[in-house]
C-alpha cells in the first residue's frame, strides 16, 4: 500500500512536471465547453473547479512578495475568463434545454437567495456593480498607470543600474539580473494593463448571458414546456440567477486579487505579515483608536455593547504593543553596555605593555596608500547595523579596477574625520588630500542627464565627477525626477562612484614595486621562461614598475601582462628607457585598447596636426635618461592650447571622446606637455591603430603664422577617412 501511495505521488509529480501538457489540456477542455454539451454531474464538477482556481490565486497573491514576481498572472487571468465564458455557455445549454444545470446552480439558485428570484437579482446586481465598478475599474486603472510610469522609468533604471556597473558596486552578473528585472516588470505591468480589458468585459458578459438566460428560459418554459408565466419566471429566474451568482463570485475573488496585485509594493515577506506589521508598528495610533470607540459606546442612541467590546480588544492589543516596544527600547542599551565593558582580569606585564607601545609607535609612522575620511552624518553609510553597506561597496571597486586595469588596490582605510563638516568627505593618497565631495544622507542626488527643463524641488547641486547638473530630493519625488529624464542615484553610489573614477585616474600611484613583484611572480607560475630571460638581466623591477605606471597613467590595463613583458624583453636590448619601452609596449596592445576609442568597428573620430606642426614639434622634444619632454614657445603653446581646447568642447557635445591622433615620435612628450591643463584628452599614435582602423577626422589643427602658414578659422569639418 506504501509503494503504491509513493508510486502514485510520482505520477502525479511527474504530470505537474509537464506543464506544457497541463497547459494545452486546460485550453482544450474550455474550448470544448463551448461546442460539446456537458452533464448536471459535470457542470457541478467544473463550477465547484471554478471557485478552487480563482481562491487559489487569491492565495498566492497574498503570498507573493514582489507584483512582476507572478508574471504568469495576466495570461492565467485571461484562460480563467475564458474558461468561465465557456462554463457560462455551458449551463445556458443546460438550463435552456433541460430546465436543469446541477446542484451548484440549483443551491445557489435556492438556498443562498431562499428561493427569491427578485433578492437574487439584486445580490447578483450588487455583486457585478462592485466587481465591474469598483474593482475592475480601479485595478485596471492602477495597472495602467503603473505601466506608463514604469515604461517612463525605464530609461533612468537602466543608466542607475549602469552607473552602479561602472562605479563597481555591482558585478555584471548583478547588474543583468537588474536589468531583467526591469524589463519582466514593464513587460508585467503592460501585460496587466491589457488584461484588466478582459475582467471588464467579463463582468458585462455576465449581465448579459444571464438576461438571455432569463428572457429565453421564460419563452421556452411557457411556450414549449407548458409552464404558467409566474411558473417559468420562478424556475428559469432563479436558475439563471444562480448560474450568474455561481460564476460572478469566482471572477468577484479573481478581480480582487488583480486589483491587490497591482497595488502591491515590493516587500521582504508575504503581504499579510507586511500589512500585519505596518498597522501594528504605531500603539499609539491604536490606544487613540480604542478612545475612539470607547466615545462612540458613549453617545446616546447608539449600542453601548458592540462599541464597548471593540474599546476594550483594541485597547488591550494597543497596550499590549506598546509595552513590547518599551522592552526592545530599553534592551538595547543594556546590550550595548555588556559589549562595550571590559572583562575583569589581572593588569597587563610591563613587557606587554611596553609590546604594546612599540606597536603604537608602529601605527604612528605608518602611512596608509589610500584612505577614505567621511564627516559626522556619513557614518550610518558604515555602519552594518544602520543598514550602511559602504564597506561592501568599497570592496567592490576594488575588485571592478583589479577587473579593469589588472592590479590589486591596497586595503583603503576608511575612518571619520571631525575636522570634516558632517556630510562632506575626502580622500586621500598617502595622506595627501586628492579629492573631496559633499553628499546628504537620506536623500537622492537626481542628475539632470537629459538636460530636462523640468526643475525639481531639494537641494541644487553638481555631480562630482562628471559635473552633471543634479539635486539632492527627497525618496517621494523620485518617481517625477525618473519621469523627467532624471538619472537618480543613492548618496551611497555617488560616493563610491567618485572613489572609483578618483582610483582609476591615481592607478599609477598605487602599484609599488612590492605589488609588480607579485605581478611577476604571478606571471612566472605559467611562463617561466619568459620572467628568466628578462630578470635580472635585461630590466629591473624598477624598469617594469615605470612601464607599468605609463600605461596605467593613460588608462590602460596591464592585465595582458605576458605580452606586456614580452615586448619589454624586445626592446630591452634596444633602450632601457622605461618611456621607450612603454611607448612600445602600447604598440604591442593597441588592437586591444584603441577599439575602446572607436565611435563603429574599425573607425575613429579624431583630431589630427598639421604635418608641419608635427615636424617642427619633433625637434622640440627632449629625451634624458630617466624623462621626455617637450620645449615649446610660449606663442605656439597658447595656440595649440586654445585649438585643442574648442576642439574637446565641440566633440564633447557631440557625445564623442576627445582623442587627438599624432606620430609616435612626439606622442608621449605632447600628452606630458598638455596633460595639466587638458587631462580628458586622449592621445594615441598612428603607430598603435591596428590595420583595420581608419581616422575621420573631425578637425585639423593647422599651422599658425609663425609656422608660415596662415591660420583659418577652423570649424569641425566634414569628416575625412585616412587609413591607419
Known amino acids: 500500500m ?20 497541463l497547459l494545452t489540456a486546460a485550453l482544450f477542455g474550455t474550448i470544448v465547453l463551448l461546442i460539446l454539451p456537458v452533464p448536471a454531474a459535470g457542470m457541478d464538477i467544473l463550477l ?9 490565486i487569491l492565495l498566492v497573491i497574498i503570498y507573493v512578495k514582489d507584483a512582476p514576481e507572478f508574471s504568469g498572472f495576466p495570461t492565467i487571468l485571461l484562460g480563467v475568463t475564458l474558461y468561465r465564458l465557456g462554463l457560462n455557455v455551458a449551463s445556458t445549454r443546460l438550463i435552456l434545454l433541460d430546465g436543469y444545470a446541477g446542484n451548484v446552480i440549483e443551491a445557489f439558485g435556492s438556498f443562498v437567495v431562499r428561493d427569491n428570484y427578485v433578492v437574487g437579482a439584486v445580490i447578483f446586481l450588487i455583486l457585478v456593480v462592485i466587481n465591474f465598478l469598483v474593482i475592475t475599474k480601479g485595478a485596471g486603472r492602477i495597472a495602467e498607470v503603473a505601466a506608463r510610469f514604469t515604461l517612463d522609468a525605464m530609461p533612468g533604471k537602466q543608466m542607475a543600474i549602469d552607473a552602479e556597473l561602472n562605479a563597481g558596486i555591482i558585478d555584471e552578473s548583478v547588474a543583468t539580473e537588474r536589468r531583467l528585472k526591469v524589463q519582466k516588470e514593464a513587460d508585467f505591468y503592460g501585460s496587466m494593463d491589457g488584461a484588466s480589458k478582459f475582467v471588464r468585459g467579463d463582468a458585462l458578459a455576465g449581465i448579459i448571458i444571464t438576461l438571455i438566460n432569463v428572457v429565453g428560459g421564460i419563452a421556452i418554459g411557457v411556450l414549449q414546456m407548458g409552464l404558467t408565466l409566474p411558473q417559468a419566471m420562478q424556475k428559469f429566474t432563479l436558475l439563471s440567477i444562480g448560474d450568474g451568482l455561481v460564476t460572478q463570485i469566482p471572477a468577484l475573488i479573481v478581480s480582487l486579487s488583480a486589483g491587490i496585485l497591482v497595488t502591491r509594493t515590493s516587500a521582504a515577506d508575504d503581504l499579510g505579515s507586511h500589512i500585519t506589521r505596518q498597522l501594528t508598528s504605531y500603539p499609539r495610533a491604536i490606544l487613540i483608536l480604542a478612545v475612539m470607540m470607547l466615545f462612540f459606546a458613549a453617545v446616546p442612541g447608539l449600542p453601548v455593547a458592540p462599541f464597548l467590546l471593540l474599546s476594550a480588544i483594541i485597547g488591550f492589543i494597543g497596550l499590549s504593543l506598546h509595552r513590547a516596544a518599551r522592552r526592545k527600547k530599553s534592551d538595547q542599551p543594556a546590550a550595548a553596555t555588556a559589549e562595550d565593558g571590559s572583562p575583569d582580569g589581572p593588569p597587563e606585564t610591563t613587557q606587554a605593555s611596553v609590546s604594546a607601545l612599540g606597536n603604537d609607535f608602529e601605527k604612528l609612522i605608518d602611512v596608509d596608500v589610500f584612505a577614505l575620511e567621511i564627516g559626522f552624518n556619513l557614518l550610518g553609510l558604515a555602519d552594518r547595523k544602520q543598514g550602511g553597506d559602504l564597506l561592501e561597496r568599497v570592496t567592490g571597486v576594488r575588485k571592478t579596477i583589479a577587473r579593469e586595469l589588472g592590479i590589486v588596490v591596497p586595503p583603503i582605510a576608511v575612518r571619520d574625520n571631525l575636522e570634516l563638516d558632517s556630510n562632506e568627505y575626502r580622500f586621500l593618497l598617502r595622506d595627501r588630500e586628492v579629492a573631496r565631495g559633499k553628499i546628504v544622507p ?46 537618480v542615484v543613492d548618496p551611497c553610489s555617488v560616493l563610491v562612484t567618485h572613489l572609483s573614477e ?34 635580472p638581466d635585461l630590466v629591473n623591477i624598477g624598469v617594469i614598475q615605470r612601464v607599468l605606471q605609463n600605461l596605467l597613467r593613460e588608462g590602460i590595463s596591464i592585465r595582458n601582462l605576458q605580452l606586456i613583458l614580452e615586448a ?20 604591442r596592445l593597441g588592437e586591444f585598447f584603441v577599439p575602446e576609442y572607436e565611435v563603429e568597428p574599425g573607425i575613429l573620430r579624431a583630431v589630427t596636426l598639421d604635418p608641419r606642426i608635427e615636424q617642427h614639434l619633433v625637434g622640440k622634444v627632449q629625451r634624458s635618461a630617466y624623462d621626455l619632454t617637450l620645449s615649446l614657445d610660449p606663442g605656439l603653446a597658447q595656440y595649440l592650447l586654445s ?12 557625445g564623442l571622446l576627445p582623442l587627438l591622433v599624432t606620430t609616435t615620435e612626439i606622442r608621449l612628450a605632447f600628452k606630458r606637455f598638455f596633460e595639466p591643463s587638458l587631462p580628458r584628452l586622449s592621445i594615441l599614435s598612428y603607430q598603435e591603430l591596428p590595420s583595420r582602423a581608419e581616422i575621420q577626422n573631425f578637425a585639423i589643427i593647422v599651422a599658425p603664422n609663425a609656422l608660415g602658414r596662415q591660420t583659418p578659422e577652423i570649424n569641425a569639418p566634414e569628416p575625412q577617412t585616412v587609413a591607419a
Do not use: C
Open 568 to 587: 619589454i624583453g624586445d626592446m630591452a636590448g634596444v633602450s632601457k628607457n622605461p618611456d621607450d619601452l612603454s611607448e612600445q609596449v602600447r604598440r
Open 502 to 535: 578618483t582610483l582609476k585616474q591615481l592607478a599609477h600611484h598605487l602599484i609599488g614595486r612590492q605589488d609588480v613583484q607579485q605581478l611577476v611572480d604571478f606571471v612566472k607560475q605559467k611562463n617561466p621562461t619568459l620572467v628568466a630571460e628578462l630578470l
Open 442 to 487: 537620506k536623500r537622492l542626488l537626481a542628475m539632470n542627464v537629459a538636460r530636462s527643463t523640468v526643475e525639481l524641488k531639494g537641494i541644487p547641486t553638481v555631480e562630482p565627477v562628471f559635473g552633471i547638473e543634479a539635486v539632492w530630493i527627497a525618496d517621494e519625488e523620485r518617481k517625477s525626477a525618473e519621469l523627467n529624464g532624471y538619472s
Open 48 to 56: 465547484a473547479g471554478s471557485i478552487g482556481i480563482s481562491l487559489l
Open 643 to 654: 585649438e585643442l581646447g574648442n576642439r574637446m568642447s565641440e566633440m564633447t557635445e557631440k
Open 2 to 21: 506504501k509503494n503504491g501511495n509513493q508510486g502514485g505521488l510520482r505520477s502525479l509529480s511527474s504530470l505537474f512536471g509537464r506543464g506544457d501538457l
